[in-house]
């Protein structure tokens, strides 16, 4: 049954977009060093900064610059890892490839990819929400409809081009660092001015900042995005590691200072109770510029929202390629880009603006987010050990014999973060994995069919 009704939902996709003129183009190798590292730095400092550090403040503190520090090695821990396998398989649907070039299994590199997918769209959803907060705050209006707005105002550059996309964020992150860098700089005149212990624990002690820790990873996703991109990567055995390792080193420094910055100028509570936290700061120093930064934050979250729509369609562009997931999902246009899928990401985000508040969504996001990592450290210590002369341009420091010590800490480190998470949230990913399931059986028993047709 399930293989009768997929394939005839692809050939009917077939006659209606006549994909035998459209479809046989190529992604187009556009995107250099400089190019993918302003990538990550937008994606990352636009998904935590300016849309979840007054949530992080309210659990861990005035020493919500520690939780920073912390997930900035948890980060590193599974960073590495990621830049030695993209120097070894530069592929869309990178985390498929990956797993399955570790242990063998289509079913388990499946798996592994569609809580990725579902992740990464879970993201933009979550930063969308914040932009549409900054948005009600400056102009008003509803939350929901803001940011299913500007969702498909992203896709339709999503679709127009690689070239374009990689021109706004370009734009969109030299603008978001500069607000960061004021907040720095304000925050030099305020630094102690309260008598403010930076290093007073939570209530809760260390349990506060490693909450805090897991709510605010989410600003760290975006560096294990950018593998996702190597197929239009020039030189992407080198160029993608070297990007890698740079943004999250630019965007742990800003963090950190920001964080502190923030604190030392507004106070914990305003921090904590705040739908525009960064806004807030600005406004009790140059209350003129409040607006101003606004436009800046609407411009850091967009950039951010813009970068996971297009990772996104292009990991369902690479399982498409892989025979994973419909054929017109890997059609690429004239225009150099895979526009069914950035359609259907369009759409998946869209829907999951409904299941809930931006702290709900994000830490959704991060429940799948180390479940990946788990498996990611875990394919480079398996290669290391079935393939250990194939050549890798970069390779994670530290190694004991072939055991490479980081990705063995990242293990580690996503297993005890992983317990933090309410069990709600491990049942809702649980569903999310259950999802999966049911679509790679559906798959599974259309090529069946497709080879019982052939016979």
Known sequence: MYGNLYLQTQQNYDKIL?????????????????????????????????????????????AVWMSFILGAILAFFTGMSYAE?????????????????????KYLAFIV??????????????????????????FGGSIIL???????????????????????NMISTIIEAGGLIIIIILGLFFFNRGNIDYFALP?????????????????????????????????????????????????????ILVAISAVSIVGVDKLAASNAPLKEVINSTIPDASFAFSIIALFATANTVLVMLIVASRILYGLSR????????????????????????????????????????????????????????????????????????????????????????GIITSLMILVFFERELILYETSIIFIGVLVYMIVKAKRRHSRKNRK
């Not at 990538?39 to 849309?51: D, H, P, S, T």
């Not at 940011?147 to 990689?166: C, D, R």
């Open 85 to 105: 396998l993209s120097s070894m398989y530069p592929k869309s649907a990178a985390e498929y490839v990956y797993t399955k070039k570790a242990f063998k299994e």
């Open 322 to 409: 892989q025979k994973l997931m419909p054929r017109p999902f890997s059609y690429v246009g004239k225009r150099g880009t895979p526009y069914m899928a950035a359609v259907v990401i369009m759409l998946l985000c869209i829907f999951m603006l409904l299941l809930g508040g931006i702290k709900t969504i994000a830490l959704l996001t991060d429940v799948g987010i180390f479940i990946v990592y788990l498996f990611i450290n875990s394919a480079v210590i398996a290669l290391r050990y079935r393939q250990p002369k194939l050549k890798r341009e970069f390779r994670s420091p530290f190694s004991i014999g072939r055991l490479p010590v980081l990705p063995v800490l």
């Open 146 to 168: 803001i940011a299913a707005g500007l969702i498909v105002v992203l896709s339709l550059i999503n679709y127009i081009g690689m070239k374009e996309s990689s021109e706004f």
């Open 203 to 255: 209530p809760t002690g260390m349990l506060g900042i490693i909450s805090g820790t897991a709510l605010i990873f989410f600003a760290y996703l975006g560096f294990e995005d950018l593998v996702n991109v190597s197929e239009e990567t020039k030189k992407a055995k080198k160029v993608v590691p070297k990007a890698l390792v740079l943004a999250l080193l630019i965007s742990t420094v800003i963090y």
């Open 18 to 62: 006549m994909v035998k003129k459209t479809h046989n183009y190529k992604l187009k190798k556009n995107i250099g060093l400089f190019q993918l590292t302003l990538y990550g730095v937008g994606i990352i400092l636009g998904a935590g900064i300016y849309a979840l550090i007054g949530p992080a403040a309210g659990i861990a503190g005035n």
């Open 113 to 138: 990819q569609w809580i990725m997918l579902i992740t990464i769209t879970l993201s933009a959803a979550t930063v969308a929400l914040g932009f549409a907060g900054y948005f009600a705050d400056a």
